[in-house]
């Protein structure tokens, strides 16, 4: 077992891009190391840009490489310079390319075993299923963005909204923390009173991720990992053959009777069960998944509550090839899902759904095909916002 305890910086770019509490295994695997002053650094085992963070007191964070960077063990370097045994061009040809799971317009292509960062042109977007770049005029690289911050000198730290980058202007970006009781405001580019995603006597999503020219969440609270085979296109995430998103966030939390979920779809398979959001984790048990069944015209749900008891919904008449939104709620007793204007599903349900040490993931469960197309405007709530199962905002303009 490898554990590195030294604090670094990455020279050539963001070193240290995005962290996420997490709990269960990953916390087991910082127990591993031996962790000198208090903390280290530990490889995340399948990916080549993520890593643990290891606190002694605090317990494990996942973070995130910049983009085109890969940890090696102790720091972030260019793709290129690092052996990484999970690097996904080991087993692909010299040529082939993949999203780099951040941005739109960014890929990896392989060279000799090893992924090397390549950026599209202007106003086009990488899509994996082409193996190359297409016009989307929706896809807008920062260099070419009016924004605020843009002009300053500051920039959000993906993962931690109580952080942010300040940026010289050249080439050197370093990690700043808000004083205490303070968040880094993106639209104001610097640190503010008020929570971000929070206000008052309203319910606001924990995390949104919006896949609006990256992968980010909306407001830097929560990484996603996403695999070689989904890549931004139109302001949605598109998923090609394989394609799978993770959200370790979503591990070891407890939902309880009252929450929230909501995310749009279009699959453009028409085969067998389609797996749109689940925590089916390799060979370990799941407590929910909801699959879409084109040939039936049916989404279902499959859940597991904190009892045992085994819940099954469904929803009928969803059309194929064509753009859904699923909505999912839980209050007190009532268990509802709803797809866009249709008859909604109801049971009852006296506990909440089980905690799992699994992720979140998105286009793959066990027993399921795997999603090819797009998924778009993921949402969470540990409440339930007002009128969210109403019809008027979801009908058809």
């Given at each position: 077992?490898?554990?590195?305890?030294?604090?670094?910086?990455?020279?050539?770019?963001?070193?240290?891009?995005?962290?996420?509490?997490?709990?269960?295994?990953?916390?087991?695997?910082?127990?591993?190391?031996?962790?000198?002053?208090?903390?280290?650094?530990?490889?995340?085992?399948?990916?080549?840009?993520?890593?643990?963070?290891?606190?002694?007191?605090?317990?494990?964070?996942?973070?995130?490489?910049?983009?085109?960077?890969?940890?090696?063990?102790?720091?972030?370097?260019?793709?290129?310079?690092?052996?990484?045994?999970?690097?996904?061009?080991?087993?692909?040809?010299?040529?082939?390319?993949?999203?780099?799971?951040?941005?739109?317009?960014?890929?990896?292509?392989?060279?000799n075993g090893r992924s090397n960062h390549k950026e599209c042109?202007?106003?086009?977007?990488?899509?994996?299923?082409?193996?190359?770049?297409?016009?989307?005029?929706?896809?807008?690289?920062?260099?070419?963005?009016?924004?605020?911050?843009?002009?300053?000198?500051?920039?959000?730290?993906?993962?931690?909204?109580?952080?942010?980058?300040?940026?010289?202007?050249?080439?050197?970006?370093t990690p700043m923390r808000c004083?205490?009781?303070?968040?880094?405001?993106?639209?104001?580019?610097?640190?503010?009173?008020?929570?971000?995603?929070?206000?008052?006597?309203?319910?606001?999503?924990?995390?949104?991720?919006?896949?609006?020219?990256?992968?980010?969440?909306?407001?830097?609270?929560?990484?996603?990992?996403?695999?070689?085979?989904?890549?931004?296109?139109?302001?949605?995430?598109?998923?090609?053959?394989?394609?799978?998103?993770?959200?370790?966030?979503?591990?070891?939390?407890?939902?309880?009777?009252?929450?929230?979920?909501?995310?749009?779809?279009?699959?453009?398979?028409?085969?067998?069960?389609?797996?749109?959001?689940?925590?089916?984790?390799?060979?370990?048990?799941?407590?929910?998944?909801?699959?879409?069944?084109?040939?039936?015209?049916?989404?279902?749900?499959?859940?597991?509550?904190?009892?045992?008891?085994?819940?099954?919904?469904?929803?009928?008449?969803?059309?194929?090839?064509?753009?859904?939104?699923?909505?999912?709620?839980?209050?007190?007793?009532?268990?509802?899902?709803?797809?866009?204007?249709?008859?909604?599903?109801?049971?009852?349900?006296?506990?909440?759904?089980?905690?799992?040490?699994?992720?979140?993931?998105?286009?793959?469960?066990?027993?399921?095909?795997?999603?090819?197309?797009?998924?778009?405007?993921?949402?969470?709530?540990?409440?339930?916002?007002?009128?969210?199962?109403?019809?008027?905002?979801?009908?058809?303009?």
């Open positions: 077992m490898f554990c590195e305890a030294l604090v670094v910086l990455l020279q050539v770019t963001i070193a240290y891009g995005g962290g996420m509490k997490v709990g269960g295994f990953l916390n087991q695997l910082c127990d591993e190391c031996v962790v000198d002053g208090g903390w280290g650094y530990y490889p995340f085992q399948g990916s080549c840009n993520q890593y643990l963070h290891c606190s002694e007191t605090a317990g494990a964070y996942l973070e995130t490489c910049a983009v085109g960077t890969f940890y090696d063990g102790k720091i972030c370097r260019h793709a290129r310079d690092v052996k990484c045994p999970s690097d996904p061009c080991k087993t692909k040809p010299s040529g082939y390319k993949y999203s780099d799971g951040q941005t739109c317009y960014g890929f990896y292509k392989c060279m042109p202007p106003k086009m977007c990488f899509k994996s299923e082409f193996q190359g770049c297409t016009f989307d005029p929706t896809c807008i690289q920062p260099r070419f963005l009016s924004h605020p911050c843009q002009e300053m000198t500051t920039h959000p730290f993906p993962g931690h909204y109580n952080k942010f980058y300040l940026y010289d202007g050249k080439d050197t970006f004083p205490k009781s303070l968040w880094y405001n993106p639209s104001i580019c610097t640190c503010d009173w008020v929570i971000p995603g929070k206000a008052e006597d309203d319910c606001e999503p924990l995390y949104h991720f919006r896949y609006n020219g990256n992968f980010f969440e909306k407001y830097n609270r929560a990484p996603q990992i996403p695999n070689y085979a989904v890549s931004i296109f139109n302001k949605a995430a598109f998923f090609a053959p394989g394609g799978k998103i993770l959200i370790w966030m979503m591990n070891d939390l407890e939902m309880g009777n009252e929450f929230a979920l909501s995310f749009e779809f279009m699959a453009k398979t028409y085969d067998g069960e389609i797996a749109l959001l689940s925590n089916s984790y390799k060979d370990l048990p799941f407590t929910y998944k909801i699959t879409f069944i084109p040939s039936k015209r049916v989404v279902k749900g499959y859940f597991l509550l904190n009892d045992g008891v085994k819940v099954d919904m469904t929803v009928h008449g969803v059309e194929p090839s064509k753009p859904h939104t699923v909505r999912l709620a839980k209050y007190m007793e009532t268990f509802k899902m709803k797809v866009d204007t249709m008859p909604e599903a109801v049971v009852h349900a006296d506990c909440g759904l089980a905690a799992t040490t699994n992720p979140m993931i998105i286009g793959e469960a066990s027993g399921c095909n795997g999603l090819v197309g797009f998924f778009d405007e993921l949402k969470f709530f540990k409440c339930i916002p007002a009128g969210f199962l109403n019809d008027d905002q979801y009908k058809k303009k």
